[in-house]
């Protein structure tokens, strides 16, 4: 059993050490898969810390996100609310995004299922899976960062929680990917690069998470 402290997050195998409330991680990576995984690690519910979680998928449906949630760490899909781009909805904690494209309603979806985690449980963990589709979709990177610096990040301070934001490298985002990355960078408080070195493992480039440094770890 992992033990958790009030303030802090635990990612349980990637040796990141505990996450203070309030921390933004920008993710980022070449390989989808490796992306994900580290991805459902970070944003996977702890129900011994009473935590919520709220995903916004715009590559898989909401069952898909759930199974993904429960194979990380058991019990966390039922603690968790999922926008997606695909599938159907259930009337409850699945609800179906209309158009990617539309991040003005995009981001009132997700404020308002933030809210309705945190009526449930103080504790929250908030990701978006993958940050490259919504900059594809979207008709300039400006509305962009208004969508993080205006929702996704805001919610984060005002309340007691984790966000994550991945973003794949290799994805066409209609402009540079590099530049991209920077220019996001400056809006999160961490930045954690992904790396597959194996069939089974990745390293992770860590900033921003206490001492900068280079981890292995198991996929």
Do not use: W
Request: negative net charge; glycine residues 12%.
């Amino acid at each position: 059993m992992t033990l958790v402290s009030e303030d802090t997050f635990e990612a349980e195998g990637l040796s990141l050490g505990p996450i203070e409330s309030g921390t933004s991680i920008l993710l980022t990576g070449d390989d989808g898969d490796a992306l994900a995984s580290v991805f459902y690690r970070l944003v996977a519910p702890d129900a011994d810390g009473d935590e919520r979680a709220v995903v916004l998928a715009t590559e898989e449906s909401g069952r898909t996100v759930r199974r993904s949630l429960d194979r990380t760490k058991r019990g966390s899909g039922d603690r968790a609310a999922v926008l997606a781009c695909t599938g159907t909805g259930d009337g409850g904690d699945v609800r179906v995004v209309d158009d990617l494209g539309d991040l003005t309603r995009l981001g009132m979806d997700l404020s308002s299922m933030v809210a309705e985690a945190q009526g449930q449980s103080a504790r929250f963990r908030t990701g978006m899976l993958l940050c490259s589709s919504v900059c594809a979709a979207a008709a300039d990177m400006r509305s962009v960062y208004r969508l993080l610096n205006s929702t996704f990040l805001p919610e984060l301070r005002r309340g007691d929680g984790i966000g994550v934001c991945a973003l794949d490298t290799s994805a066409d985002v209609g402009t540079n990917a590099r530049s991209v990355v920077a220019g996001m960078n400056t809006s999160f408080s961490a930045h954690v690069e992904v790396e597959r070195t194996g069939r089974r493992e990745a390293t992770l480039t860590v900033s921003g998470l206490g001492d900068d440094r280079t981890t292995t770890v198991s996929l």
